[in-house]
């Protein structure tokens, strides 16, 4: 890891995963493997930022609105919360997005911080330069969220084994991958960047878990 990296869990929100009101189905099973990813870039400090989709009670996103998805992830609802199996780490910062109610609010680079901070303003000050990121949903939140990290000038790694779809068009989560990499993110799983860290020498092995 030569940049600064930053860890980035997008969207891992009950309303997503099974149960939810716009479940991507095996939502759920990215909970695990980011626990794993947390737990190894916490530990050598990488900051962590959640995003969440944030959404106002009537928005055009919605179906009754003029959109097309059922009302989800709307503001202080228990749909809107993270799964409670996520370990987010103390310190993590939460990006809220789609918080207006024109506002499909699929990149969370469009997100802002609890007090208003635009999120790649934030990792421009933090002077970070490459984004981790894993979550819900691999072709909406993930992919646009990527591709416009590397078109802000990011480094972008997409952690595949810690992404789950929707695919409301069968194929749309292996085409989102395909222009993920074509745009130039690179995609990796957890035991490659684990041992990449180890053959650094730069972290300690994880700690054991379960
Ligand atoms: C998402 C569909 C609608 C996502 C958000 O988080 O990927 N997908 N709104």
């Known amino acids: 890891m030569q940049r600064r990296a930053a860890l980035l869990v997008i969207d891992v929100q009950l309303d997503f995963c099974p149960g939810g009101a716009l479940p991507v189905s095996n939502g759920d099973q990215v909970v695990p493997v980011l626990n794993l990813y947390l737990e190894l870039f916490n530990m050598r400090s990488v900051p962590v930022f959640a995003s969440r989709d944030w959404h106002p009670e009537h928005s055009k996103h919605f179906k009754e609105q003029g959109g097309i998805w059922p009302p989800h992830c709307v503001q202080g609802s228990p749909g809107a919360d993270f799964h409670p199996g996520l370990r987010l780490p103390k310190g993590t910062i939460v990006i809220s997005k789609g918080m207006s109610s024109w506002d499909n609010g699929y990149s969370a680079m469009q997100g802002t911080t609890e007090n208003g901070t635009p999120f790649a303003m934030l990792l421009r000050r933090m002077e970070l330069d490459r984004l981790y990121v894993g979550g819900l949903a691999t072709d909406y939140c993930v992919k646009e969220t ?44 957890f035991s490659s960047v684990r041992s990449a860290l180890l053959a650094d020498g730069e972290a300690r092995p994880p700690a054991r878990t379960g």
């Open 146 to 189: 990527v591709l416009e990290a590397l078109k802000e000038g990011f480094a972008v790694t997409v952690l595949t084994d810690a992404v789950r779809g929707v695919d409301v068009k069968p194929g749309d989560t292996e085409r989102a991958l395909q222009e993920m990499r074509r745009a130039g993110a690179d995609q990796t799983t």
